[in-house]
Each structure stands twice: as C-alpha cells, then as structure tokens.
C-alpha cells in the first residue's frame, strides 16, 4: 500500500514562510496529480494548491501570489512554500497524490497524508 507523509508545519510569525514537504513510499507504479489541501475545525478540506505531472499549477484565491507548489517526480516529492504568512492560513495541510499502482487507469487511486499542523502567532 501507499504512504504518504508531510512534514515542514510548525509555528511561526505573521509573515514568515514555510515550507512543506509530502513524500510517497510504498509499490506504485506512477503518480499524476500532486495536489496541496487545507483544513481548520468546522470547516471543509479546501484545495490550496495542485499540481500536474507536465508542471502545471492551479492556486486558491486565498493564497495566489505567496504559495508556490513544486514537485519533484523522481523523488515522489511535492512541496509546498508558503510566504507572507497570515492568521488565515493557519490550518492542518494535507497533501493529495492520484497514483497508479500499476500501468491500468483502472488501479489509479487518490491517496492522502495524514496532515502537518501550521500554526501563525503574532
């Protein structure tokens, strides 16, 4: 089976960076879609950021201009820099990858890390 796991969260100033790391391990095949989500208590999951294989990213509103999303392919790494940080950005980020375990659509499954925490202090 797949794992994926984040790390890089902490805390840290209003307007400071961070950068978040997501790592998949485990037999696969391939991975398409890297993809960066965020969540805060009562609220639902929300895309931040994502990621094609070709390079191609797309940015919530909340956070175009100060989130970049890069990926390297041959480490199964998606990352996550995250600058002029605010109050608003505090939140439990996810990291979602679409793989293929083997070389069939049909196996091409969305996994998910368990979460790394990012807390803004003033």
């Known amino acids: 089976q797949v794992q994926l796991v984040e790390s890089g969260g902490g805390e840290v100033q209003a307007g400071d960076s961070l950068r978040l790391s997501c790592v998949a391990s485990?037999?696969?095949?391939?991975?398409?879609?890297m993809d960066w989500y965020r969540q805060v208590p009562g609220k639902q999951r929300e895309l931040v950021a994502a990621?094609?294989?070709?390079?191609?990213?797309t940015y919530s509103e909340s956070v175009e201009g100060r989130f970049t999303i890069s990926r390297d392919n041959d480490k199964n790494t998606v990352f996550l820099q995250m600058d002029a940080l605010k109050a608003e950005d505090a939140a439990v980020y996810y990291c979602k990858m679409s793989i293929a375990l083997v070389p069939s659509f049909a196996s091409i499954t969305d996994y998910w890390g368990q979460g790394t925490q990012v807390t803004i202090a003033s």
């Open positions: 485990g037999s696969f095949f391939k991975i398409g879609a």
């Open positions: 990621s094609t294989t070709g390079g191609g990213t």
